[in-house]
């Protein structure tokens, strides 16, 4: 669906099309992708934040908006790291895994992290390192939104009557029908929040002036927006890989090479593996090799040739009830077999809060399931496991640095990670029958494929490339 979805989009000039400035398709594109995906994916419906949890994520929110630090020198760089924080394997610290070495290896002095929270928290840095909380950006968005959406009335009227248009094409060439309510509504909020954060973004950079953005995750939509005022103003921009690319991501899928102001000038990939099983819009001179210093450094700096008796579910929420559902059965299944196999199952943060309401039968088998959220570092976890068991979780990926057995559920969202199985990286799966058969055939003496999705080096590439 991807290639005929990337095709229409250039065939019908969306690219193009805009309302006073706001390049409308660039931020509700991957709105439209998805919400047409999903109609086609077996993901169950999953249980909300409770009231008491809002009410803590917004005072923790006004905590932050209560500690902001502005600052009035120059910078010669901006980090924009990812909002989630992990513990660090070699210390007690929760880090950035993508940007905190690169971070540590350029000077602080002249460098400031423009950091968003996550789920209402920030995590305190012990060094001296400038950190810019940008909470109140939302905040300010919040509350003199509902006075710009009068002000820009005919503007927001003109952009339904172009999304209309833009609705109806994807309708008739994908011979499908698509709800507007949702999108409509989304896609003029985005147009108020366009113009408020273009305005205070603008400012803050105006302030800094920096020489280079590094940024993770681009189509955030704050990323977006200042790698728009980055190319006006003659800034670089430079993103991290955060996660799985490939055919099938429709934030890093183009049909053709050209320059969209909202995507950055330059990107930083794990290995070639990910460079020539992506369609990237930018020049192959700008996509540069260089590897992932964390999960490097990790192997590196420890023994992944001891005793592993552990089988890894990653989960994910996106299809966490299935996964869940199959490590519950594989447990069973094991100890009716009197197999000695430990089973852990590592939650993802977005599934932190919820798990023993959305997954409740894995909280009733804690007895013979380890579920682990945010306390132990997933690295740790691949180094005393010898089969991991996914969907299409990047954390797949690292797993194959350590040689880990690997098998994918076969689910829908499996299609995001269908090189691996049909290039003999990982097996598909349909159930826990395949599971028991594969156990029975596995080989020791097997040839290590790590090295296909990660270069090496890659701490002292980035420090020479960012200068």
């Given at each position: 669906?991807?290639?005929?979805?990337l095709v229409i989009e250039e065939k019908y000039n969306f690219w193009d099309?805009?309302?006073?400035?706001?390049?409308?398709?660039?931020?509700?594109?991957?709105?439209?992708?998805?919400?047409?995906?999903?109609?086609?994916?077996?993901?169950?419906?999953?249980?909300?934040?409770?009231?008491?949890?809002?009410?803590?994520?917004?005072?923790?929110?006004?905590?932050?908006?209560?500690?902001?630090?502005?600052?009035?020198?120059?910078?010669?760089?901006?980090?924009?790291?990812?909002?989630?924080?992990?513990?660090?394997?070699?210390?007690?610290?929760?880090?950035?895994?993508?940007?905190?070495?690169?971070?540590?290896?350029?000077?602080?002095?002249?460098?400031?992290?423009?950091?968003?929270?996550?789920?209402?928290?920030?995590?305190?840095?012990?060094?001296?390192?400038?950190?810019?909380?940008?909470?109140?950006?939302?905040?300010?968005?919040?509350?003199?939104?509902?006075?710009?959406?009068?002000?820009?009335?005919?503007?927001?009227?003109?952009?339904?009557?172009?999304?209309?248009?833009?609705?109806?094409?994807?309708?008739?060439?994908?011979?499908?029908?698509?709800?507007?309510?949702?999108?409509?509504?989304?896609?003029?909020?985005?147009?108020?929040?366009?113009?408020?954060?273009?305005?205070?973004?603008?400012?803050?950079?105006?302030?800094?002036?920096?020489?280079?953005?590094?940024?993770?995750?681009?189509?955030?939509?704050?990323?977006?927006?200042?790698?728009?005022?980055?190319?006006?103003?003659?800034?670089?921009?430079?993103?991290?890989?955060?996660?799985?690319?490939?055919?099938?991501?429709?934030?890093?899928?183009?049909?053709?090479?050209?320059?969209?102001?909202?995507?950055?000038?330059?990107?930083?990939?794990?290995?070639?593996?990910?460079?020539?099983?992506?369609?990237?819009?930018?020049?192959?001179?700008?996509?540069?090799?260089?590897?992932?210093?964390?999960?490097?450094?990790?192997?590196?700096?420890?023994?992944?040739?001891?005793?592993?008796?552990?089988?890894?579910?990653?989960?994910?929420?996106?299809?966490?009830?299935?996964?869940?559902?199959?490590?519950?059965?594989?447990?069973?299944?094991?100890?009716?077999?009197?197999?000695?196999?430990?089973?852990?199952?590592?939650?993802?943060?977005?599934?932190?809060?919820?798990?023993?309401?959305?997954?409740?039968?894995?909280?009733?088998?804690?007895?013979?399931?380890?579920?682990?959220?945010?306390?132990?570092?997933?690295?740790?976890?691949?180094?005393?496991?010898?089969?991991?068991?996914?969907?299409?979780?990047?954390?797949?990926?690292?797993?194959?640095?350590?040689?880990?057995?690997?098998?994918?559920?076969?689910?829908?969202?499996?299609?995001?990670?269908?090189?691996?199985?049909?290039?003999?990286?990982?097996?598909?799966?349909?159930?826990?029958?395949?599971?028991?058969?594969?156990?029975?055939?596995?080989?020791?003496?097997?040839?290590?494929?790590?090295?296909?999705?990660?270069?090496?080096?890659?701490?002292?590439?980035?420090?020479?490339?960012?200068?």
């Open positions: 669906m991807i290639d005929k979805f099309r805009n309302i006073e400035g706001f390049h409308y398709w660039a931020y509700i594109r991957r709105t439209i992708y998805e919400s047409l995906y999903l109609k086609r994916s077996s993901a169950h419906d999953l249980k909300k934040l409770s009231l008491n949890d809002k009410l803590l994520i917004l005072k923790d929110a006004v905590i932050n908006l209560l500690n902001i630090k502005f600052l009035n020198e120059n910078k010669d760089i901006v980090v924009r790291n990812h909002p989630r924080k992990i513990k660090a394997f070699d210390t007690s610290d929760e880090v950035c895994i993508y940007t905190e070495l690169l971070i540590q290896s350029l000077s602080k002095d002249n460098l400031i992290i423009m950091e968003k929270s996550y789920q209402g928290k920030h995590v305190p840095r012990i060094d001296e390192c400038d950190v810019m909380y940008m909470d109140f950006i939302d905040i300010i968005t919040y509350i003199t939104s509902p006075i710009l959406k009068l002000m820009h009335n005919r503007s927001l009227l003109n952009l339904e009557i172009e999304m209309i248009d833009v609705i109806n094409i994807l309708e008739n060439e994908l011979n499908l029908k698509i709800n507007p309510k949702k999108i409509l509504l989304d896609v003029k909020n985005l147009y108020i929040h366009y113009k408020i954060k273009y305005f205070l973004l603008n400012k803050i950079l105006n302030k800094i002036n920096p020489r280079l953005i590094i940024e993770v995750v681009h189509y955030n939509f704050e990323n977006m927006i200042i790698n728009e005022i980055a190319k006006k103003k003659n800034i670089r921009t430079i993103e991290l890989q955060h996660g799985i690319l490939g055919k099938k991501h429709i934030n890093y899928n183009y049909s053709k090479k050209r320059i969209h102001s909202f995507f950055p000038d330059e990107i930083f990939l794990f290995s070639e593996y990910w460079k020539y099983n992506t369609r990237l819009p930018i020049d192959d001179s700008r996509q540069h090799i260089v590897g992932f210093p964390y999960i490097e450094k990790y192997v590196k700096n420890n023994n992944l040739y001891k005793k592993r008796e552990c089988i890894l579910f990653i989960s994910q929420a996106t299809i966490g009830y299935e996964l869940s559902k199959l490590a519950v059965q594989l447990g069973e299944e094991l100890r009716e077999r009197n197999l000695n196999y430990k089973i852990i199952y590592k939650l993802h943060p977005a599934e932190y809060l919820c798990w023993k309401v959305n997954y409740p039968w894995l909280y009733e088998n804690s007895d013979f399931i380890e579920v682990i959220d945010y306390n132990i570092n997933i690295y740790n976890l691949f180094e005393k496991s010898f089969i991991q068991i996914g969907v299409y979780s990047t954390a797949l990926y690292e797993g194959l640095a350590f040689d880990l057995e690997t098998y994918i559920l076969n689910m829908s969202e499996a299609d995001f990670v269908s090189d691996l199985y049909t290039s003999g990286y990982a097996v598909l799966i349909n159930n826990i029958s395949d599971i028991i058969y594969l156990l029975k055939q596995l080989n020791v003496n097997k040839t290590s494929k790590k090295n296909h999705f990660w270069s090496q080096d890659a701490l002292e590439k980035m420090i020479q490339l960012c200068k």
